[in-house]
Structures are given as structure tokens and as C-alpha cells.
């Protein structure tokens, strides 16, 4: 979808898609919640890169300035401390709604300000959605299918979850905020598209989040041994950032409400992840097991022929491509060291 129209206050004009003849692309202007954050700050990048105008909302819980310093002093970039609890009042074409922790560690820290986040929230946004006639871009997760009793997990499996467990406020919360969207998009015609996206590392996650990528490169890097829970045979499958950002985009710019799965099917344990970071960092890296946390999902994998089909989308970067990018930003980050700085 794309604005050619000159604003004056809030005015648009769709096209369909074709450029009509004498002018030109304007940007658009889109809000980023979360946009601080580990995945947000990689699509800011690339929505700024493009020319577009973008309000990034988030209250930093997980987020940091200097995930964002670099757009500081572009005319194109806003950065707004707010909490998307509360309601809050912009004008803009497109909503990417990624506001809500991530990581386990994260997202059980405070569990009821977690299922906030994910419903009142969700709800605020799609409220703002409503009254601009802004679509509206949902980051769900494949927490949604719990520990799955269907492998690889397909859009229309409803998933295994445990209501009551302590993963619940995250993987709950995410379930009704895809139902608040369905229900706007419904009852109010608003333009929402899902995402359920599948572990996603890369540069600039938070170093102590707690995540397994995350832990085992910090680990490895810092000669501690890797902390393997459980047997380490659980599996997930491991999306590099700009794959993930690259589906993003093209679901809200397509036609397709979702949901879809966005995540690499390629599918590794534990302990062959572990090797991997023993390839890639450190091959003496030892590994120590420690017990596994409560309701762990056994396996995930995700099925992505929806997406390949209807949004042409497949990740493109395997995890020993991918590995080696993030370890250069965390080595940065660790010790100081200005090789090799990913940005
Ligand atoms: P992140 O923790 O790095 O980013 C989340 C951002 O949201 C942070 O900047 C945080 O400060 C902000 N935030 C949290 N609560 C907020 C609130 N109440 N108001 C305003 N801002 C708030 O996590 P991420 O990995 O970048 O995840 C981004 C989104 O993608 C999340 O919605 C997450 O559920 C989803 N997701 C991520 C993964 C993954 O593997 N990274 C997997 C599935 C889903
Ligand atoms: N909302 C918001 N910004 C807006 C419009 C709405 O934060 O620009 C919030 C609003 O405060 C409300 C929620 O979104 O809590 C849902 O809004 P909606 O208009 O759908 O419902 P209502 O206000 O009628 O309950
Ligand atoms: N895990 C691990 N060691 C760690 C952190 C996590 O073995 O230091 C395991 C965890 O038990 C789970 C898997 O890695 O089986 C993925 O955990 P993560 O928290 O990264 O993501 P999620 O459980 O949300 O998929």
C-alpha cells in the first residue's frame, strides 16, 4: 500500500499499488511499538533505510537507546517513552505492534503487567488502528501452539497450552491479542495482519535475556560453560533477524490477513545447537546441564508453505551463516572489542 498523495492533516489516497503518473513514492508514516527492542530496532532500520517516517513507542523494559542512537537526529525518526498500556493518540498509516517481552526470563519477571502488555495493549493499538485507518501488524509467536501435538505446526493447528502454567501470561496473552485482532478486523474493518514468529536471534538481542542462543554465545564467549537444560534433545528451530524482518514487511504489505508463520524450518536440539556455537566460537566450550524449566515445549518446527505461497516469503540465512554475524555484535558488546561491529 503505498501514499502519493501531498498531506495536508490526514489524507490518503490508495493506488493499488501503481504509481500514478507524476509523482512519486511518499513515505509512509508508521508507528513501531516495541521498536527499541531486539526485532524492532532491525525494522526501523529498514523502514527508515526505505524513506518512510517512523514513531517508534516503547517504555525500554527490554529495549535500549542504543539500539536506535543511529537514526538520532533524522527528521524522519521519533522516539516516544510510553507504555503502550496506555492509551496514547498519533496519526499514521501502519501500526507494527511489537511492544511485549520476549524472553521467558522477560516475560515471567512480572507476569501480569506481561498479559497487559499483550491485551489492554493490543487493544489500545487496534483502538488507534480503528479511529486512523491505519492496518495494523500483529507479532504473535508460535508460543500460540504451546507444546505441540502437531510437527511441524501449521496455521491451522490450535495448539497445546496450558492455561494456568507460568508461561501462560506470555503464550495466553499473545492468543487473545490475535483474537482482539480478528475481532477489530471483523467487527470494525480494521486491516490486521499475524504474525506467529518462531525463535528469532541475531545482533542486538539483550546479552543476559536469558534465551538459549543468547546464553550460549555470551557463555561460550565469557569461557563459562553452556547451560544445557533438560536432556538438551528438546528442539526449536532458529530464525535469523533479517529474515524475520523481510517477512514482516511483505505481510503488511500484502493481502493476506494471516495467520502466518514466520520462522527457519531448519530444526536443531539443544545439544547440536550447542555444537554449533562450539564450531563457531569455541571448540573446547564445555557444556553443563542444568534442569529444565516447567512447561517446556518439547519440539517446534514451523511449516511455511502459506507464507512461501502467499507472501512469497522464505528465510534465506541457516543458522551456521547466521551464528557468526551475532557473535561479532555480542563480542563488541561484551569486551569492547571494535572489530567487526555489527550495526
Ligand atoms: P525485545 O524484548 O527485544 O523487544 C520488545 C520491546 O517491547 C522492548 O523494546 C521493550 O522495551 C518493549 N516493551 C515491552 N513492554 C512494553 C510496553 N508495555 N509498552 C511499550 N513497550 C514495551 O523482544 P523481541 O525479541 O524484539 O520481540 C519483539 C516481538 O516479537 C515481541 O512481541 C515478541 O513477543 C515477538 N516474538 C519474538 C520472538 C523472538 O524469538 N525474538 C519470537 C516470537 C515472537
Ligand atoms: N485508543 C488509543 N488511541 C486511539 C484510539 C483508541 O489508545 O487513537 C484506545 C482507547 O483508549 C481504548 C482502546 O484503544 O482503550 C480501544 O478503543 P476503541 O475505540 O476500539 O474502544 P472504546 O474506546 O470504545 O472502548
Ligand atoms: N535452554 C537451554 N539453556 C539455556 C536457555 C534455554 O537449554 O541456557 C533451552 C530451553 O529449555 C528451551 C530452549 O532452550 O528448551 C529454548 O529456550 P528459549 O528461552 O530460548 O526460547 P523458548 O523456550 O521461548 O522457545
Known amino acids: 500500500r503505498v501514499v502519493y498523495e501531498h498531506r495536508a492533516g490526514f489524507g490518503r489516497i490508495h493506488s493499488g499499488g501503481k504509481v500514478p503518473l507524476g509523482l512519486k513514492r511518499k513515505g509512509l508514516r508508521i508507528v513501531v511499538t516495541g521498536g527499541a527492542g531486539f526485532v ?28 536506535l542512537m543511529h537514526h538520532f537526529g533524522n527528521p524522519r525518526f521519533e522516539l516516544i517513552r510510553h507504555d503502550v498500556v496506555e492509551p496514547i493518540l498519533l496519526e499514521v498509516d501502519q ?3 511489537l511492544a511485549c517481552p520476549a524472553s ?50 501449521v496455521e491451522t493447528y490450535w495448539g497445546n497450552v496450558n492455561p494456568i502454567g507460568v508461561r501462560s501470561c506470555y503464550d495466553e ?31 542486538r538481542m539483550c546479552i543476559d535475556d536469558g534465551r538459549v542462543v ?8 565469557r569461557k563459562e560453560p553452556m547451560t544445557v537444560y533438560g536432556d538438551g534433545k528438546q528442539t526449536r528451530s532458529f530464525q535469523y ?10 505481510l503488511m504489505e500484502g493481502e493476506h490477513v494471516g495467520p502466518f508463520n514466520l520462522g527457519n524450518p531448519g530444526e536443531f536440539t539443544m545439544l547440536e545447537l550447542a555444537q ?51 557473535v561479532s555484535d555480542f563480542r563488541q558488546r561484551i569486551f569492547g572489542d571494535h572489530k567487526d561491529t555489527i550495526t
Do not use: C
Request: glycine share 8%.
Open 40 to 67: 524492532g530496532s532491525h525494522l526501523v532500520d529498514r523502514l527508515i533505510n526505505r524513506g518512510d517516517s517512523v514513531i517508534v513507542v516503547d517504555n525500554f523494559f527490554t529495549g535500549r537507546k542504543e539500539n
Open 173 to 203: 496473552g499473545k492468543r487473545t491479542a490475535e483474537t482482539l485482532a480478528m475481532d477489530y478486523h471483523r467487527g470494525a474493518g480494521v486491516e490486521v495482519r499475524i504474525a506467529r514468529i518462531f525463535n528469532t536471534y541475531g545482533p
Open 276 to 326: 554449533v556455537v562450539q564450531e563457531t566460537i569455541d571448540p573446547n566450550a564445555k557444556i553443563e546441564f542444568r534442569p529444565n524449566t516447567e512447561d517446556d515445549p518439547h519440539k517446534r518446527k514451523p511449516d511455511i508453505s502459506k507464507a512461501k505461497e502467499l507472501l512469497g516469503w522464505e528465510p534465506s540465512i541457516p543458522l551456521r551463516k547466521g551464528l557468526p554475524l551475532m
Open 241 to 250: 533477524v533479517s529474515d524475520l524482518v523481510e517477512g514482516l514487511m511483505r
Open 104 to 153: 521467558p526470563v522477560h516475560y515471567k519477571f512480572n507476569p501480569v503487567k506481561t498479559i497487559k502488555t499483550n491485551v489492554v495493549g493490543t487493544l489500545n493499538m487496534l483502538g488507534l488502528a480503528k479511529r486512523v485507518g491505519a492496518r495494523f501488524l500483529l507479532t504473535s509467536t508460535s508460543e500460540v501452539y504451546g507444546d505441540p501435538l502437531q510437527h511441524p505446526q
Open 95 to 97: 501500526i507494527y505492534h
Open 214 to 221: 543468547s546464553n550460549f554465545v555470551a557463555q561460550a564467549l
